[in-house]
């Protein structure tokens, strides 16, 4: 299709392990986003990159959680030794252009939904 | 404080109110504005950017007081399929978007 496409959709995963979210964004487009999502919460910003390169990581909440892109389109969310507050709702975006406000729309893909026991 | 704060409802109005929110941001460089819906256990989306100078859409207006770091959406003749999460997003200029916690319409019949 031509969304954006994140999988797995649903995770479980116990307490301690490894977990990788994959994000392939609209072809195209050079911008993609990482954000977290809690029941009742708006979209916590995690890292965002510009082509290949992290522009601003500053919202990964520790080193457990990294993010790589490596060929500028398919993105890869990892986490270690996972907690069970990392259970959420992850969300990977992707624009054209993040600075305009005519070209700066995010489009979401349905988000991958982290359980951790 | 949050970058953007939302009262995050729920507002419950009836089919055919007239319903404003709204959202204030901390960053005064901020350039982008933006308003996002969110259906349950949906991903968000774009609903319509926010302009200087305010717009409209149909039902829909927004507008933005840069002084006073004020951000509204106003929904006339309110529909039950206006019920969702509307989320507050503002683009500090740095990339990156950052949203409110989203405020609740629940319309009702």
């Known amino acids: 299709g031509a969304g954006v496409s994140q999988t797995p959709s649903n995770k479980v995963t116990e307490k301690g392990k490894y977990v990788e979210l994959r994000c392939d964004p609209i072809s195209g487009h050079t911008a993609l986003y990482w954000y977290r999502q809690s029941l009742g919460q708006g979209p916590e910003f995690l890292i965002y990159f510009q082509g290949t390169g992290a522009a601003d990581d500053s919202g990964l909440p520790n080193d457990r959680f990294f993010a790589v892109r490596p060929e500028g389109s398919v993105s890869t969310l990892k986490i270690q030794r996972t907690e069970r507050g990392d259970s959420a709702v992850y969300l990977c975006?992707?624009?054209?252009?993040?600075?305009?406000?005519?070209?700066?729309?995010?489009?979401f893909g349905e988000g991958s939904r982290l359980t951790v026991l | 404080r949050k970058e953007v704060e939302q009262d995050p409802g729920p507002f419950n109005v009836p089919e055919g109110a007239t319903v404003a929110f709204n959202c204030t941001y901390s960053?005064?460089?901020?350039?982008?504005f933006f308003w996002y819906r969110q259906d349950c256990r949906k991903e968000p989306k774009l609903l319509m950017s926010v302009y200087s100078s305010g717009n409209e859409d149909g039902r829909f207006t927004a507008q933005l007081n840069r002084a006073s770091q004020y951000i509204s959406l106003l929904i006339r003749d309110s529909k039950l399929s206006d019920s969702a999460t509307y989320l507050c997003?503002?683009?500090?200029?740095?990339?990156?978007?950052?949203f409110g916690q989203g405020t609740t319409l629940q319309v009702k019949p």
């Open positions: 975006a992707s624009s054209l252009d993040p600075q305009g406000p005519d070209t700066g729309e995010l489009f």
């Open positions: 997003v503002v683009n500090p200029f740095t990339g990156k978007l950052i």
């Open positions: 960053n005064s460089a901020s350039q982008s």
